[in-house]
């Protein structure tokens, strides 16, 4: 007999289910919501979600799951993005903005202050992308039961809040996913549809919703320190990148309280954890086994897909303790943050490539000064009439193709890039002609 997942939306403490535009939604709205989806959607086995707001993003995900089909979760909402995935996939569905901007809908016709649902554990629940280590976005498939069981852990070794969720990170990816959705589900805790960025759209959406957790990254919590707004100690957590020691001792002599860090990835789930105040070296959480493989990181885990149920071998460099705690060295591949998110220098030259008449393109990441953005990148293109050529048609070239954070701040269009004589572009070579060139910021 197949396992199934089961839990329950609506709780006895009278909290809602969700917040929209900072309105409480009812168990028995986001029921008639998910039903109301339900409804709508066809025969196909996939559903694209690809709409901003958490709460349409829950109704269409547990409308997709109830209705035993797959919810593709698109690496970004770029036309070139969502065109491929219509391609790829037989589709029931598209749960988009326009469309989430309906819900909630008509009020429900039975007051239900509670309701349970259950869904296979082997169910194909998601399909979502990497950020693309070799520079194109890899599919990774995880089962109802990879997503579910993390969640309940997470729910279980942590004391939350009994209070709303807010995250400024996207549920389209691993970390917002997890933690902006299948733990206010699996934990009884409301989540918040909006996703605010701005510090001062922030404090408006904490005092319109009264959420005590949020959930972030760490150049929003930068930002956070140095902007005039004045939070009430929440609960924080941070993943995406990793949280300098200065920002993490400023919060918490500001705020009292640690920001918790969590490690993972697209493949893995959360891997492990910490409060580095108080203990520097990263702790797996349950369930989760570790190895080195040289000095990478390798994770045995239940949350993984089923494709790596053996293993999966991370591009992280590790320094593994006896007690199973362990440090983090830096990352072994070409793959840099900014903003919190990891850009492939490989996909940025290669989509400056495909600029028509470019021959040769380099892409390089430096320290920002700015404290949203972790790093700058930086582009240098060979073009046959470099003097001829519009960095704004080259820009706009790449915005049509890239997210906005992997679009490089600062481009050159010289005759010919600098390199030696192993084809190598030295990087003193490579900042001078940003030194020394004409530049445009973005």
Known sequence: METHCEWQFGADDGLAVAYSRGRPISAAQFRADVEHCMATLGDAPDVLVNCEGRYGFSVALLAAWLSGKTAILPPNTS??????????????????????????????????????????????GVRLYTSGSTGTPVVVAKSVANLVDEARTLARIIDWPRAPVIGSVAPQHMYGLTFTVMLPWLAGLPWVDESPRFEGDLADVLARTGARTLISIPAHYRALLASSVDLDPIHCVSAAAALDSATAGAWET????????????????????????????????????????????????????????????TADRVALHADA??????????????????????????????????????????ASPALVRDQLILAAVAHPAAERVEISDIRRHLVDRLESVAVPRRIVVVERIPRNANGKAPRADLMALFGGLETHDA
């Open 254 to 313: 500001r705020y009292g309280q640690a920001i918790l860090e969590i490690y993972g990835s697209t493949e893995t789930g959360v891997i492990a954890m910490r409060r580095q105040c108080h203990d520097p070296r990263w702790r797996a959480i349950a369930g989760v086994d570790l190895s080195v493989d040289g000095d990478l990181l390798k994770v045995r885990s239940p949350y993984v897909g089923r494709d790596w149920a053996q293993g999966f071998q």
């Open 325 to 366: 705690s362990f440090d983090l060295l830096g990352r072994a591949d070409s793959i840099v943050k900014v903003a919190g998110k990891r850009v492939s220098l490989a996909a940025v030259e290669r989509c400056l490539m495909t600029y028509p008449g470019v021959s040769d393109a380099v892409a390089v990441a430096i």
């Open 79 to 124: 036309d070139q993005a969502l065109r491929a995935i219509r391609e790829q996939y037989p589709l029931a569905g598209e749960c988009d903005t326009q469309w989430a901007c309906t819900l909630p809908g008509p009020a429900p016709t039975q007051a239900t202050t509670r309701w349970a649902v259950a869904v296979p554990g082997t169910h194909l």
